[in-house]
């Protein structure tokens, strides 16, 4: 079965997760899904966007780059595919995450990650 492409969410960055939830939902309506100190979803309709934590230091996670998110259907053909070319290992697949996707993803030639996630639950 081939791989659907539904969309792509970007994740921004954050000083302070908690702030900036506030924030998001007060300034544009977006509804907290999932959040921890280091990560967050938000939803309002069918648009997301993921903040994650980013201070520009050296146990930044994001080690400069940036980061997007790829929302698709029949994600393990997609798998498969980069695994075949190299680009990523096998246990470079994630299963039933805690904010509810299964995903993988990899670093570009600019420490930009890139992030292809479909949702468990079906």
């Known amino acids: 079965m081939n791989t659907e492409f539904i969309n792509i969410m970007p994740v921004l960055p954050s000083a302070d997760i908690a702030r900036d939830l506030s924030w998001y939902k007060q300034h544009t309506s977006f509804e907290e899904y999932f959040s921890d100190k280091m990560y967050a979803v938000l939803y309002r309709e069918n648009l997301t966007i993921y903040l994650q934590w980013h201070a520009d230091t050296e146990n930044d996670p994001l080690l400069g780059g940036s980061v997007i998110r790829i929302d698709v259907k ?31 993803g990899f670093f570009d030639l600019n420490k930009n990650a890139i992030f292809f996630m479909e949702d468990a639950n079906g």
């Open 74 to 104: 029949n994600i393990k053909a997609l798998f498969d595919e980069f695994v075949n070319r190299g680009t990523i290992t096998k246990d470079a697949f994630k299963t039933n995450t805690p904010w509810k996707t299964n995903e993988f």
